[in-house]
């Protein structure tokens, strides 16, 4: 291309750019990598194409994406003058005159729009997604142009239109329309004809200015839709409906292609109650208290589910009925109970067993995870929830197919999650320690930096309705429930972003953020405390976090009456005899509590120890179907003569023996309901201790997050990619012989015989000439190649390879053709 030159097409403009600012569109448009283009050409063409162009206007923030949409409505070819024009409208704006060179830039980095500022191209596909068309309006609002409303209309109407607007007749279509057109962006020609309109007619223009620019008409319209008409300023779209043409309703606006521009990006500001917040040590402890109550949930989550979670529904999940059964046990609500099962199966703590019969629970990586200290503990859980693109909220909604999604179901990624939460942090990290911030400017910010992913943001563009994922804002409902998630799980405390959540949102490897997130946390966690208080009424108060082997050996002696600053547990009969059937002895059991209690240990407690063991094991059960032995037979009459043992079926085989049709489990549970306290016993007659019986899965790994397109590429594989392009294109657009260019154009490799392939190259060698080649690898694919050959001995030639640019060594029998080089490209 001639110095100086406007590009004529985006490949010539991508061939201008230097190697950063090709690397910078390949950031900026990873999807342009998948694979490698093999020249220039090919990457202006794909990124051309729908689906990428699509992708790229996805990312784009409120005021690129308002250029852009400008762009679409101005002239192809467009200035830049023209360009600020329609974005400030005739009055001007600083603001924007500001920021448009970085949208400008933007764009440009992105390679939607591509010459000079004395004409600035968007890409064709670009403008097809964001200009009106005949059965849709601009992004903008605007309506097509007097020259694409009038396409189809008769000459003679044309002229009827210009004689009534005061203007002179031509002598043919192209003319009249070009003074029509004149006369609509001549601003004092159109004030003067707008100011001889009837007073409803400019109502009728003020509710079409704006956008939809459509409207339906009678066969025989009122003056006022006449009068505008007559002269053009409502031209036909169909027989029932009126459009606005673009020229005029950029009058009407002042110039101004968009109502609102937005320069700048809303800021994210303070809650109103921000004052209250407190330092930052009170927002790092009050987050340090969230942390330890999302251990314990998630433990007593799993603990609840240790021999045996719910069953998996065929279509996968969890069931309605398990997910309240759920919350109840966690005494939390529905929607959190999924966001707690969330998180534990997207810490690889929970899965399903895949057995014949599926079932829900821990997996070994639980037991692990147990042994950990609880700032360990909960970075694991921190970072599976930033790196997650599962969406709990989205449970008990309905996909596209009105089916329900279910918690650990299939149909809960949504790779637009883990964005959306990673920015909603970092939003949070701007503001001042201890801040919380304002949510509804957080949802403000997210919706003006990606519009077309917030479809409700812009419900007049064809472009959001076809880009924008799943339903309507759902990236503002993701926010919502980013924040609330935080809170929960300790990452934010009193709305204000965490010292330690701070770390994890560092630019660090992620085991390192976490080990860093976990030594900041630490010191803030409440410390595991070895004693209870012992009452007078049967229950006993855990002060804070109990250690491990006593809250274990606790939760089976006494059952948990309530949760909170402080945990209630009540010692029951049913209580204390799960302890004996555990195998503890009563005489354990007293100096266990006389151990751990900072208080005496009361006599009723003592008593009911006492009582229940005494009872405990003098019924005997074991397997004949099942039987009953006692050495007290007044005790067997006792259970005889009681109504409720007839479903029993029990009968007498001695004295001391009741042999029941039932088996062992059912007899234990009817005697145990009519208030005995039985004992099963082996075969041998030694009684039997009853122990949970842990279940868990194979191994399993976390779920893997569903990335949102390809990821950003790191800096060796731009470079490397921008070196082979340069290389292939260099192969592309070499200059070569005469009669060789159509071959290439047409991407035929050439062809020689051995003898002509061998006599050239060795006399490339001999005078050091590049070449042109074409060579098939050992995989049978074929390429074409630029090289400079160096040696030819032994079947092989040695050149330097300006395609790969090194120099390699080909053998002779695979290279298909060779053609000389008009000039040297080195």
């Known amino acids: 291309m001639p110095e100086g030159s406007s590009p004529r097409t985006l490949a010539e403009a991508l061939r201008n750019r230097d190697d950063e600012e090709l690397a910078a569109l390949l950031r900026a448009r990873p999807d342009l990598l998948s694979p490698v283009p093999n020249d220039l050409t090919q990457l202006a063409t794909r990124a051309g194409t729908r689906a990428s162009v699509v992708r790229a206007l996805e990312r784009l923030d409120r005021f690129t994406l308002q250029t852009a949409e400008a762009l679409a409505v101005a002239p192809d070819h467009a200035p830049y003058a023209t360009l600020l024009a329609l974005l400030t409208g005739d009055e001007g704006d600083t603001a924007i005159e500001a920021a448009l060179p970085r949208a400008v830039g933007a764009l440009r980095t992105q390679a939607l729009i591509w010459g000079g500022n004395d004409k600035l191209r968007l890409v064709r596909t670009a403008r097809e997604l964001l200009a009106p068309s005949p059965t849709r309006p601009s992004p903008t609002g605007l309506g097509p142009t007097v020259a694409e409303s009038t396409s189809g ?151 609840d589910w240790h021999e045996g979670g719910p069953a998996v529904l065929r279509s996968g999940g969890l069931s309605v009925r398990d997910l309240k059964r759920t919350a109840v046990a966690l005494d939390a609500s529905e929607p959190m109970a999924a966001f707690w099962l969330e998180l534990a199966y997207g810490a690889g703590l929970l899965a399903s067993d895949g057995e014949a019969d599926e079932r829900y629970a821990p997996t070994p990586a639980y037991d692990e995870w147990l042994t950990w200290p609880p700032a360990e503990q909960w970075a694991l859980l921190g970072t599976a929830w930033l790196t997650a693109t599962r969406t709990p909220g989205l449970v008990g909604t309905q996909d596209g197919k009105g089916r329900a999604l279910a918690a650990l179901g299939p149909d809960l990624d949504r790779s637009a999650a883990l964005e959306v939460r990673r920015r909603v942090l970092d939003l949070l990290a701007t503001l001042p320690a201890g801040t919380a911030p304002d949510p509804e400017t957080v949802l403000a910010r997210l919706r003006w930096e990606r519009p077309l992913r917030a479809s409700g943001s812009n419900p007049d563009s064809n472009a959001a309705r076809n880009v924008a994922e799943g339903p309507l804002d759902l990236r503002s409902r993701i926010a919502a429930w980013t924040l609330s998630e935080a809170e929960a799980l300790g990452i934010t405390g009193r709305g204000a972003l965490s010292t330690h959540a701070r770390a994890l949102l560092s630019p660090e490897p992620l085991d ?292 790969a640019d090194e120099v390699r060594t080909y053998p002779l029998h695979r290279i298909t053709g060779v053609a000389e080089l008009a000039d040297d490209p080195a």
Not at 200 to 229: F, I, K, S
Not at 587 to 615: C, E, G, K
Not at 631 to 643: H, R, T, V, W
Not at 792 to 803: I, K, R
């Open 153 to 303: 209309m008769s000459p003679g109407r044309i002229q009827d239109i210009l004689a009534t607007a005061g203007l002179p007749t031509t002598h043919d279509p192209v003319s009249a329309v070009a003074a029509l057109t004149s006369l609509f962006t001549d601003r004092t020609r159109m004030a003067a004809l707008l100011d001889t309109a009837p007073m409803e007619a400019l109502t009728v223009l003020d509710r079409l200015v704006w956008g939809p620019p459509y409207g339906e008409v009678t066969a025989n319209p009122t003056p006022p839709v006449q009068w505008l008409r007559d002269r053009g300023l409502l031209l036909p779209a169909s027989p029932r409906t009126v459009v606005l043409p673009r020229e005029a309703a950029l009058h009407l606006r002042a110039g101004r292609a968009h109502r609102v521009p937005e320069p700048e990006p809303p800021e994210v500001r303070p809650a109103a109650t921000a004052s209250a917040t407190g330092r930052p040590q009170v927002v790092d402890s009050t987050a340090a208290g969230q942390a330890y109550t999302a251990l314990q949930t998630v433990e007593d989550l799993l603990q």
């Open 512 to 803: 390192a953020r976490a080990a860093t997130a976990a030594g900041i946390l630490a010191p803030l966690l409440p410390q595991p405390l070895d004693h209870v208080l012992l009452q007078a009424d049967l229950t006993a108060v855990a002060p804070g976090p109990l250690e491990r082997p006593l809250a274990e050996t606790l939760a089976v002696l006494a059952d948990v009456e309530s949760k909170g600053g402080a945990t209630v547990y009540r010692f029951t009969p049913g209580s204390v005899r799960r302890a004996l059937d555990a195998g503890r002895a009563a005489s354990d059991l007293h100096t266990f509590l006389a151990t751990h209690s900072r208080t005496p240990v009361p006599q009723p407690l003592s008593y009911l120890i006492d009582d229940v063991a005494r009872r405990h094991g003098h019924l005997r059960i074991g397997a004949a179907s099942a039987y009953v032995r006692c050495d007290d037979d007044a005790l067997l009459d006792e259970i005889l003569a009681d109504k409720r043992s007839q479903g029993l079926r029990l009968r007498r085989l001695a004295p001391t023996v009741l042999a029941a049709q039932a088996d062992p489990a059912t007899l234990l549970d009817g005697l145990r309901t009519m208030g005995y306290a039985p004992a099963a016993e082996s075969a041998e007659g030694d009684v039997l201790i009853t122990r949970a019986h842990a279940r868990r899965t194979p191994p399993r790994t976390a779920p893997v997050p569903v990335p949102d397109g390809p990821p950003t590429p790191d800096a060796t594989l731009l470079g490397a990619a921008v070196k082979a392009i340069r290389a292939g294109d260099l192969a592309a657009t070499v200059v070569r012989k005469p009669g060789l260019d159509t071959a290439a154009r047409n991407g035929e490799l050439p062809r020689s015989t051995s003898a002509e392939t061998l006599a050239t190259v060795q006399a490339a060698a001999m005078t050091g000439a590049a070449i042109w080649i074409g060579y098939v690898n050992a995989e049978g694919a074929a390429s074409q190649r630029v090289i400079a050959p160096v040696r030819v001995e032994g079947g092989f030639v040695t050149a330097y390879d300006h395609t």
